[in-house]
């Protein structure tokens, strides 16, 4: 089930399934936040759904291609011409990270509509695109373009001598930064409806750390590229998402809203 960056699970799962931890789901990286934000059509409250488990957080960078001679965030800063970026729809990652950049002064231009990730790479390695922000294990599996492309700045510390895009950024727009970049953060919690029994979230919350510790498990989800040694129990998860929800003030929402270009 898919539409509206998760939110039409998330929406379905809330209204429509019984908590009795037998139908859970995964609506995606960001629906959370049009909860917190309070986005039109948003009929769940992300700090009341149950989370039973992540498989962990995630670095994602901006991705510029080698060819530009742009090697560091101070170059890119520093580009005489504006640098586009590929993107899919406003309020993704995908264009929330390049709309920060350009709001710290860095000149990037943010080309929306792509359908998919897989297009944004592909407009990347065709050099219709000059940059890209992505999780880096998008990359992975496209080792042709992985040799083309220069990452200048990320959101983890995964790259030695990558800037990373909190200490780059003025620090008045940290709050906003922390909204936006929550997906790598909290990865794709896997989640069920509110008001879950204690004794079947337990059972589940334990069954998946179970799970993510699992040889077998880690084999296959490397190859669909999850990420692998770093799962987040459900307790944490639901803790991370009260957190975040409580510092996202009116201020922090009025920003987020002005870089997506939404009302």
Not at 27 to 45: A, C, L, Q, T
Not at 72 to 96: C, H, I, N, Q, W
Not at 100 to 122: C, D, E, M, Q
Not at 123 to 137: C, K, M, P
């Amino acid at each position: 089930m898919e539409g509206a960056a998760g939110m039409v699970a998330a929406n379905f799962l809330n209204q429509r399934v019984a908590p009795d931890g037998l139908t859970l789901a995964i609506p995606g990286r960001s629906w959370y936040i049009e909860s917190i934000i309070k986005r039109p059509g948003v009929n769940f409250d992300a700090t009341k759904l149950t989370y039973i488990g992540s498989p962990g957080a995630v670095t994602s960078a901006a991705f510029v291609r080698a060819s530009l001679g742009i090697r560091t965030y101070d170059e890119l800063k520093a580009s005489p011409r504006p640098v586009t970026f590929g993107a899919l729809g406003p309020g993704t990652p995908t264009a929330m990270v390049p709309s920060l950049l350009a709001a710290n002064g860095t000149p990037v231009k943010i080309i929306l509509g792509y359908v998919s990730t897989a297009r944004v790479l592909f407009a990347l390695e065709q050099g219709e695109i000059d940059g890209s922000f992505t999780v880096g294990n998008a990359l992975a599996t496209r080792g042709d373009l992985m040799s083309k492309v220069v990452p200048v700045v990320q959101t983890g510390s995964e790259r030695v001598g990558v800037a990373r895009l909190r200490d780059v950024i003025r620090p008045e727009m940290r709050p906003v930064h922390d909204l936006i970049i929550a997906p790598d953060s909290i990865g794709v919690p896997l989640i069920g409806p509110a008001s879950m029994p204690v004794e079947a979230t337990e059972i589940l919350r334990e069954a998946f750390e179970t799970m993510a510790r699992d040889a077998d498990y880690q084999i296959d989800a490397r190859k669909v590229e999850l990420p692998v040694g770093n799962a987040i129990g459900g307790a944490q998860l639901a803790a991370m998402v009260r957190e975040l929800a409580a510092a996202t003030t009116p201020a922090v929402v009025m920003e987020f809203t002005r870089l997506a270009g939404t009302k």
